[in-house]
């Protein structure tokens, strides 16, 4: 008995000091960690401060971004502009809460210093309808058009029944893209992430099921894939999420693409822009 009671004080002891040295452990997060979840909040707080009007659109629920990011990101690869390092953090919004986006926006972070650094905005248009989206840093876009042009897919198995069935109908669509990305002279096979970085369904629009997929440098997305279903039929469009030149086909055979977005006006449908921000501690 004795034996016994000594046993089981001892494993107590144990537990106890190891419970209290992971609580020490965890009262005090590292600071890398501590400093990529700033940079998320940061981020959010950027998107949080966007207004967006329209005079075309008049649901709420589409002049709204979605609270959590599509995708995060980084890319040591490259450089920033203007001699900035690279790419330290980075994500990818949607702007309307349901169907296919009213527009994606990526806020990208370069550092140029131990505690400031460069906000980068690549923003595109994926409606033909005008809207209006400024924030109190200066940032101001006004689309009125779009650069996506859905097309039919051919060679394609009608549309399953069912989401999980037309899931994987996607995936093997998708792979009959391919991408490349050349920046300052270096060429690049972009890999298709396996997973779409959205899900969608518009009754009224006759979309029966979408998916947003993304062909990325490591995890930095170059091109973005939208492949739509009626309940019939298969379509696709492409469009543009980064300053470098694109090369794209399907099935072999090359896709027009986008026009650069980075310094193009605040009126075109596929724009960039750049400030100035300091880091989060």
Same mark, same amino acid.
């Given at each position: 008995?004795?034996?016994?009671?000594? !046993?089981?004080?001892?494993?107590?002891?144990?537990?106890?000091?190891?419970?209290?040295?992971?609580?020490? +452990?965890?009262?005090?997060?590292?600071?890398?960690?501590?400093?990529?979840? !700033?940079? /998320?909040?940061?981020?959010?707080?950027?998107?949080?401060?966007?207004?967006?009007?329209?005079?075309?659109?008049?649901?709420?629920?589409?002049?709204?971004?979605?609270?959590?990011?599509?995708?995060?990101?980084?890319?040591?690869?490259?450089?920033?502009?203007?001699? #900035?390092? !690279?790419?330290?953090?980075?994500?990818?919004?949607?702007?309307? &809460?349901?169907?296919? %986006?009213? #527009?994606?926006?990526?806020?990208?972070?370069?550092?140029?210093?131990?505690?400031?650094?460069?906000?980068?905005?690549?923003?595109?248009?994926?409606?033909?309808?005008?809207?209006?989206?400024?924030?109190?840093?200066?940032?101001?876009?006004?689309?009125?058009?779009?650069?996506?042009?859905?097309?039919?897919? =051919? *060679?394609?198995? &009608?549309?399953?029944?069912? *989401?999980? =069935?037309?899931?994987? $109908?996607?995936?093997?669509?998708?792979?009959?893209?391919?991408? $490349? #990305?050349?920046?300052?002279?270096?060429?690049? &096979?972009?890999?298709? /992430? !396996? $997973?779409?970085?959205?899900?969608?369904?518009?009754?009224?629009?006759?979309?029966?099921?979408?998916? =947003?997929?993304?062909?990325?440098?490591?995890?930095? %997305?170059?091109?973005?894939?939208?492949?739509?279903?009626?309940? *019939?039929?298969?379509?696709?469009?492409?469009?543009?999420?980064? =300053?470098?030149? /694109?090369?794209?086909?399907?099935?072999?055979?090359?896709?027009? /693409?986008?026009?650069?977005?980075? +310094?193009?006006?605040? +009126?075109?449908?596929?724009?960039?822009?750049?400030?100035?921000?300091?880091?989060? &501690?």
């Amino acid at each position: 008995m004795f034996h016994r009671r000594t !046993a089981r004080a001892l494993a107590l002891a144990i537990l106890l000091v190891g419970s209290a040295a992971s609580a020490g +452990e965890g009262s005090e997060a590292p600071k890398a960690d501590r400093a990529v979840k !700033a940079r /998320l909040e940061m981020m959010q707080e950027v998107i949080d401060d966007f207004q967006v009007r329209s005079a075309q659109i008049e649901s709420p629920a589409a002049l709204r971004f979605r609270q959590h990011p599509l995708l995060r990101y980084n890319d040591q690869t490259r450089p920033g502009a203007g001699g #900035a390092q !690279a790419l330290l953090d980075a994500t990818a919004w949607r702007l309307g &809460e349901h169907g296919r %986006p009213l #527009a994606v926006v990526t806020l990208e972070v370069y550092p140029d210093s131990e505690k400031t650094a460069v906000m980068t905005y690549e923003m595109v248009s994926l409606s033909p309808l005008a809207f209006e989206m400024k924030n109190s840093r200066g940032v101001v876009w006004t689309p009125s058009s779009t650069e996506l042009a859905m097309a039919p897919l =051919a *060679k394609a198995l &009608e549309p399953a029944d069912s *989401k999980r =069935a037309r899931l994987v $109908q996607m995936r093997q669509l998708a792979r009959r893209f391919t991408v $490349q #990305a050349e920046w300052r002279g270096e060429k690049t &096979e972009c890999r298709l /992430l !396996a $997973q779409p970085i959205d899900r969608y369904d518009d009754e009224a629009a006759g979309i029966l099921d979408g998916a =947003a997929f993304v062909f990325a440098n490591g995890t930095n %997305p170059e091109m973005g894939l939208l492949v739509e279903c009626s309940d *019939k039929s298969w379509s696709y469009g492409v469009f543009r999420l980064t =300053a470098a030149t /694109l090369f794209a086909q399907l099935d072999g055979k090359s896709l027009n /693409l986008p026009s650069k977005g980075a +310094e193009s006006p605040v +009126e075109a449908p596929t724009t960039g822009t750049r400030h100035s921000i300091d880091l989060p &501690e």
